[in-house]
């Protein structure tokens, strides 16, 4: 099965990744992904294999090198002998899912992108978003809050990618706008409580932060 075999492989990619892209997020796409499926539609194996491959070349973990994801993963694939014509279309997904920044515009129009990344979305808000966005930030030695400098707005993919902010500034950077930004009407339902949670964790984290008691 096709399926288990990208698993296992992805399973050992990622075992150890400690940037907020360890395993564990890709089995939460996956299983959002699927959940997201029954209630939406679109061809399943086509979104099962985007949601464990989504990330396989993540310029965060590449070295620096953009959208070589559909790449890597079109090579993987063909290793497989899977269809030509359904590689071409995990690959446009793969290239596609990552937010690019504030002022760039997604670019997914099938249904199964659209739910892989309403699924990578809905993993990167919430409480679990928060834990992720402060291991990311801890990874990279960046500090919690620097309240003398502002978010950005990003209109390029360069200039998000290689952003450098405190980690606060990524909440109003990202994930306070992916709300929005969910394609899917079931995603948008459960982003509405996870959205919800980071508006109170800022307000108390901001409440501490001035010791206000
Ligand atoms: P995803 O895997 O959801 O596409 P990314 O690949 O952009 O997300 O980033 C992985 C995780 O690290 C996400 O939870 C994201 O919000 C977080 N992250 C990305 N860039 C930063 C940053 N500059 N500061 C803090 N967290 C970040
Ligand atoms: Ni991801």
Redesign the pocket.
């Known amino acids: 099965m096709i399926i288990e075999q990208i698993k296992q492989l992805v399973k050992e990619r990622f075992t150890g990744e400690a ?3 360890d395993w564990h ?1 890709i089995e939460r796409v996956y299983s959002m992904a699927c959940f997201l499926q029954e209630n939406e539609g679109g061809e399943r194996e086509i979104i099962e294999l985007s949601a464990l491959l989504h ?1 396989i070349s ?1 310029h ?1 973990l590449n070295g620096g090198k953009l959208n070589m994801g559909g790449q890597v993963a079109t090579e993987i694939l063909t290793e497989f002998n899977y269809p030509e014509d359904r590689i071409k279309r995990i690959s446009e997904i793969i290239d596609g ?3 690019k920044g504030a002022g760039v515009p997604d670019s997914m129009t099938t249904i199964e992108g659209k739910i892989v990344q309403d699924a ?2 809905l ?2 808000i919430g409480a679990i ?1 928060i834990a ?2 402060f291991a ?2 801890g990874n ?1 030695n ?1 500090p919690l809050y620097v309240p003398s400098i502002d978010p950005v707005h990003h209109e390029t993919f360069e200039s998000y990618a290689h ?1 450098e ?1 405190h ?1 606060i500034a ?1 909440f109003y950077e ?2 306070l706008l992916l709300k929005n930004r969910l394609n899917t009407h079931t995603a948008r339902k459960i982003g509405e409580e996870r959205h919800q949670f980071m508006e109170d964790f800022l307000k108390q984290f901001y409440k501490e932060w001035n010791t206000e008691i």
């Open positions: 940037s907020g892209h997020h990330d993540d965060k899912v990552s937010y990578d979305r993993d990167a978003g992720r966005a990311y930030g990279k960046r952003a902010g980690t990524h990202k994930l």
